[in-house]
């Protein structure tokens, strides 16, 4: 009896575990300036949500109960008449709702415009991210490094992201710091972010791409300025070159089981890749 009251509680708390740790990982608990002004977006539009539904939610058992087979004294009569009344309560607070929204939503649109640079101090960090099956490679141009399922970024500073794909279709999300951006082959796309804190975000890409599609996650590293250095040194100290060889590796379809790190990369090797695809999808066409 209590090893069948024990599984009947874990089964009861998992959900609620889970949903909050669901929580923790989303733009809930915002860790940057662009998931903070979409957490902002959400709670007002949680608002309006309550006064939308909640007179349905609340009127609907009432009336309901009000009127139940059982009540003979309060039974429904229909009389059929013009009401200006119920037709303001009918149209004016819906078409104040959605003028009010179409605002809203015009103003938010383009002001996390992921194209949209974020106002800093420093200059923003440039990385170029290629989504390839079932990993992402990051490349760091001006520090000639790159990196493999991790991305580190300094705290404070904008980053400017690069992206396009190797293979088909993607989408990278990083939940607490930006939205969804597509990354596609042939095609460069762009996604402005920063870290507010330290800490370790996840990231992956939300767009199916076949079998490896669950495991294809990555994390986003935000340090100190100081921490930054250090790592940016740790990766130049690999030894580790992104040759031919290496590359090649890259391509074939895998999911690495730790991230990889590459002190040197060729210079353009993002255009190079970009030109590649757009140059193969002329020729399909």
């Known amino acids: 009896m209590r090893s069948t009251l024990v599984r009947l509680s874990a089964l009861t708390t998992l959900p609620l575990i889970s949903s909050c740790h669901a929580i923790a990982l989303g733009a809930l608990h915002a860790a940057g300036p662009v998931a903070e002004a979409q957490r902002h977006l959400y709670f007002m539009l949680a608002i309006v949500l309550v006064f939308v539904a909640g007179p349905v939610l609340l009127l609907t058992p009432l009336i309901a109960w009000h009127y139940r087979l059982s009540n003979k004294d ?10 200006w009344w119920l ?10 709702i959605v003028i009010g929204l179409s605002v809203l939503l015009w103003d938010y649109t383009h002001r996390l415009d992921p194209y949209r640079p974020i106002a800093g101090a420093q200059p923003p960090l440039e990385i170029q991210a290629i989504a390839l099956d079932w990993k992402w490679l990051f490349i760091y141009p001006d520090q000639h490094i790159a990196s493999v399922n991790q991305l580190a970024i300094p705290v ?17 999300l990083i939940p607490r710091l930006a939205g969804q951006i597509y990354a596609m082959a042939g095609m460069r796309t762009q996604l402005n972010l920063a870290a507010s804190a330290p800490g370790i975000y996840r990231g992956a890409n939300v767009q199916y791409n076949g079998t490896g599609f669950a495991r294809q996650k990555f994390a986003v590293i935000a340090l100190p300025p100081a921490g930054y250095r250090r790592w940016l040194d740790r990766v130049h100290a690999a030894d580790h070159p992104l040759d031919q060889a290496a590359f090649a590796r890259l391509f074939a379809r895998s999911t690495p089981p730790q991230p990889i790190f590459y002190s040197t990369v060729p210079a ?15 020729m399909k066409r």
């Open 156 to 172: 404070g500073r904008p980053v400017r992201i690069s992206l396009t794909s190797g293979t088909v279709m993607q989408a990278m």
């Open 87 to 96: 037709e303001g309560l009918i149209w004016v607070p819906p078409t104040g």
């Open 268 to 282: 353009g090797l993002f255009d190079t890749i970009l030109s590649r695809d757009a140059s193969s999808m002329e």
């Open 74 to 83: 309060n039974a429904f009569q229909t009389k059929w008449h013009f009401s």
